[in-house]
């Protein structure tokens, strides 16, 4: 089973930068695959990017230019560089980690979901 402990997240403005990081504890060997998704009131859960030993890095069309995942293995953490902020980023916050099989992500574990807020 793996453990994630997210921070990060708060009150921004339009234009506004923040820093996510995820880390993770537990079955660390089984994971190789780690990513965010969000969730904002009255709209479906959103993935938004993924980073993986064994597969292309993705986003969602939506923050592709604007936010950056990256892991640092040595600390079994993964983080989201959210830049240029925009109300419509405001959610909850959940990252996730797992391992691909078969060309689909399973996912072993999720954070605890952390809120972004963009608002003037």
């Known amino acids: 089973q793996v453990q994630l402990v997210q921070s990060g997240g708060g009150l921004v403005q339009p234009g506004g930068s923040l820093t996510l990081s995820c880390a993770a504890s537990g079955s660390i060997a089984a994971i190789s695959a780690m990513g965010w998704e969000r969730q904002a009131p009255g709209k479906q859960r959103e993935l938004l990017a993924r980073?993986?030993?064994?597969?292309?890095?993705i986003y969602a069309d939506s923050v592709k230019g604007r936010f950056t995942i990256s892991r640092d293995n040595a600390k079994n953490t993964v983080y989201l560089q959210m830049n240029n902020l925009k109300p419509e980023d405001t959610a909850l916050y959940f990252c996730n980690a797992g391992a691909y099989s078969g060309g689909y992500f399973y996912a072993q574990g999720w954070g605890q979901g952390t809120q972004v807020t963009v608002s003037s």
């Open positions: 980073i993986s030993s064994g597969e292309p890095t």
